[in-house]
C-alpha cells in the first residue's frame, strides 16, 4: 500500500518554465511533509517543508501548497534553471508523541530535467 | 560541521554474506534513522534507533538489525544478504528537527 503518492513520474521543462509536482496522501496521522532534492550519487537534502496548519510556504524559488481538506500538497519551482535538474521527492512524517522524529513516509520520486 | 558522514561509500558483498554499514550523526544530533533506496525508487524506513535502543521500525525482516553507540553513531547489520538487498542504505540524523541524510551507502549483492 503506497501511502504517499507522486506524480508525475518525470518532468522536462524549459529554462524559466515553472515544473508542479504532486502528492497525495490519505493517513491523518502525518503531522509535517517535507521535500527533498536527490542528485544522481547523493543523499536526499531538504528543500522545504510545511506543516498541515498552513496553506502555503514559500522559500526562494520553492513553494509549497498545501490542501488538507483533499489530502494533496505540491511543489512548485519558479525561474527553473537547469542546475535544478534532479530527482524530488516528497515525504510525509508520521506524529511521534511531542518529539518530530517520526519516521518519513515517501513518494516514488520525480525526475525533472530543466533545457536549457 | 561535517554533517550526517556514512561509510563505507560502496560495497560489493556475495549472496549469504553479511554486512556492516556505519553512520555518523550530524553534530548535536541524537537520533538516528536507516533507509533502504531501491533504483528508481523512494527511501524506505528501516529503524530508528535513539538513546541506543531501536525506536521505531519499519516493515524489514530480522535480518536487517542495527546498533546505536553512546556517541549517537549507529550501525546497519544486515544478514542472509539477498540480491534483492542490493540497494542505496541512507543514514538520517535529527534531533527533535528535521531529518538530515548522508550520501548513503551503496549496496550490491551478487
Redesign the interface.
Known amino acids: 500500500q503506497q501511502q504517499?503518492k507522486?506524480s508525475p513520474q518525470s518532468l522536462i521543462v524549459q529554462k524559466g518554465g515553472i515544473p508542479i509536482i504532486n502528492c497525495a496522501y490519505e493517513n491523518t496521522a502525518f503531522d509535517y511533509f517535507?521535500w527533498?532534492q536527490q542528485f544522481p550519487?547523493?543523499?536526499?537534502?531538504?528543500l522545504i517543508?510545511i506543516r498541515p496548519d498552513v496553506s502555503e510556504k514559500k522559500e526562494g524559488r520553492f513553494t509549497i501548497s498545501f490542501n488538507k481538506s483533499a489530502k494533496q500538497f505540491s511543489l512548485h519551482i519558479m525561474d527553473s534553471q537547469p542546475g535544478d535538474s534532479a530527482t524530488y521527492?516528497c515525504?510525509a512524517r508520521y506524529k511521534?508523541g511531542s518529539?518530530?522524529?517520526?519516521?518519513?513516509?515517501?513518494?516514488?520520486?520525480t525526475t525533472l530535467q530543466v533545457k536549457p | 560541521d561535517a554533517g550526517v558522514t556514512q561509510s563505507p561509500t560502496h560495497l560489493i558483498k556475495t549472496r549469504g554474506q553479511q554486512v556492516t554499514l556505519r553512520c555518523s550523526p550530524k553534530s548535536g544530533h541524537d537520533t538516528v534513522s536507516w533507509y533502504q533506496q531501491a533504483l528508481g525508487q523512494g527511501p524506505q524506513f528501516i529503524f530508528q534507533y535513539y538513546e541506543e535502543e531501536e525506536r521505531q521500525r519499519g516493515n524489514f525482516p530480522d535480518r536487517f538489525s542495527g546498533h546505536q553507540f553512546p556517541n549517537y553513531s549507529s550501525e546497519l547489520n544486515v544478514n542472509a544478504l539477498l540480491l534483492g538487498d542490493s540497494a542505496l542504505y541512507l543514514c538520517a540524523s535529527s534531533q527533535n528537527t528535521e531529518a538530515f541524510f548522508g550520501q548513503g551507502t551503496r549496496l550490491t549483492v551478487v
Open positions: 504517499v507522486q517535507p527533498y550519487g547523493k543523499g536526499p537534502a531538504l517543508a521527492f515525504a511521534n518529539s518530530n522524529t517520526g519516521k518519513l513516509i515517501f513518494g516514488q520520486g
